[in-house]
Structure formats: C-alpha cells, structure tokens
C-alpha cells in the first residue's frame, strides 16, 4: 500500500497541478478580451492510472467571481487515503483578466507552498525558492490557469477556433513557465451532464517534457466550464477528471 500510496500521489500531484515548471523569462504581455464564468461549484469523477495500478475519487472545485476579484480552490480525495491535495488561487480581475494575488499548493503529508504575486512591487516570488520574476500582466497559477482560459474562450468569440493559440505565463511551485494551449476540435463528451458539446483545447508539448499532454474540453453551452481535463504523462501514467455535478452559485 506504501508504493502504491506514493506512486498514485504523485500521479495526482502533476495532474491537479497541471505539470512541472521550469524556470523561463516571463513573455510580453498580452491583453485579451475576457468573459468570467458565473461562479460555481463543480464535483468531477477522478480516474487515474500509474503503472498498472488504478484508483477511484473526486476532485471537487470551487469558482467565485464578482465585484472585481475570483477565488477557486480544487480539492481532490480519494477513499482510504482521504485528501491528496487541496490548491488554491485568489486575487482581482483586471485589463488581462484573472490577476492572481496568492497560490497556495497544499499536497497530503506536506506543508503547503505559495507563489505571490506582489502587485505593489510587480514580482512574482515562491516560498519553495529564490526565483523571482517581474510582473507585467496576465499572469497566471496552476489553479487560475482553467478559469482564465474559461474566461478567454467566452470572451474571443469566433476568435477561439480550432488552429488558434493562445499563451499562458503559468507559476507553479518554485518557478514558472509559458504554456501554449491550442484549440484543437470540437466532439462529444460524456459527463454526469449527459453527452456534452465540447471544444478541446491541448497544452502543446514542453521543450524538455515531450511525453507530457494536458488536454481540456470547455463546454460552451454550460457557460464553458471544464467538464473534463486529461493528463497523460507517456505510459506511465493517466489522470482524467469528469464532471459529474455543477451548482451556480
């Protein structure tokens, strides 16, 4: 149980945390128009798989936006080991959309980490590290980073179509790094919804991760809310989070 234990809390780990950062110069900003989803509660079937072994949970999210500021927090347990990790973003909305303020990252058996986005002094810090990065707009965390997409893809209009891309300058733990995501597609996605009209949009491969993929379906006509993310990480490991229940708040 000890190995398996690990093995599946570190799948859950790069899953929910949607990858690991490298250290990189942040790009120039870029402001896009942005449409926030209304706030939400959302329960989402937890699958994953690693090695051969696989394991059964819930991840539960919890959106909030209005008066100018958003909080989210993602939770995902699983029976007998109970909560594996519990992250959390929260700050204002400004020209670039979602402007996180703190990230905190609290994985099971370990203290919690943040990353602070100082906008008085316009830098970027980490508990875990000395790495420190100016501010310049449009940045965004591991948590923020599905809602701030969210609120693109309702804002772009005709914009957002297959082909299109659009990148991220994401903090994760220690540091952080450009994601690029693209639109890929439209399909059908089964959900606790019903079947589910869905664009997929697929982070496209880090320099140095090739085998790493971060897919997410956006439903337009649920107020684009992600019913369903995948992370795959070559064979070794899979983890797919499917909405089962959604609440507006």
Same mark, same amino acid.
């Given at each position: ?34 449409e926030l989803p209304p706030s939400a509660d959302l329960n989402y079937e937890l699958q994953a798989r690693q090695r051969g072994f696989g394991l059964k ?13 958003? @909080?989210? $927090?993602?939770?995902?347990? =699983?029976?007998? +080991?109970?909560?594996?990790?519990? &992250? *959390?973003?929260?700050? #204002? ?31 970027? @810090?980490? $508990?875990?590290?000395?790495? =420190?990065?100016? +501010?310049?707009?449009?940045?965004? &965390? *591991?948590?923020?980073? #599905? ?103």
């Amino acid at each position: 149980m000890q190995g398996f234990t690990r093995h599946t809390t570190g799948a859950l780990l790069l899953a929910l945390a949607l990858g690991k950062a490298g250290a990189q110069d942040a790009p120039a900003a870029v402001k896009r128009a942005v449409e926030l989803p209304p706030s939400a509660d959302l329960n989402y079937e937890l699958q994953a798989r690693q090695r051969g072994f696989g394991l059964k949970g819930e991840a539960i999210v919890s959106w909030r936006a209005g008066d100018g500021k958003y @909080s989210v $927090s993602a939770v995902s347990k =699983v029976p007998v +080991l109970g909560t594996i990790t519990d &992250d *959390r973003s929260h700050g #204002t909305v400004d020209a670039y959309g979602l402007a996180p303020a703190e990230f905190v990252e609290k994985r099971m058996r370990k203290d919690p980490t943040t990353a602070s986005f100082d906008r008085d002094a316009k830098t970027l @810090s980490f $508990s875990e590290s000395k790495q =420190v990065y100016p +501010l310049k707009g449009g940045e965004q &965390d *591991r948590v923020s980073i #599905t809602w701030q997409l969210a609120a693109v893809a309702r804002g772009a209009g005709d914009r957002f179509k297959a082909g299109s891309e659009w990148p991220f300058f994401v903090a994760g733990r220690r540091d952080a790094e450009t994601w690029v995501f693209k639109v890929v597609k439209r399909e059908k996605v089964r959900t606790g919804l019903g079947e589910v009209d869905a664009v997929l949009v697929a982070r496209q491969p880090l320099a140095d991760k090739k085998d790493q993929t971060l897919e997410v379906w956006l439903a337009p006509q649920h107020e684009w809310y992600p019913v369903k993310l995948r992370y795959t990480d070559g064979d070794k490991e899979q983890i797919e989070q499917t909405l089962n229940t959604v609440t507006k708040r």
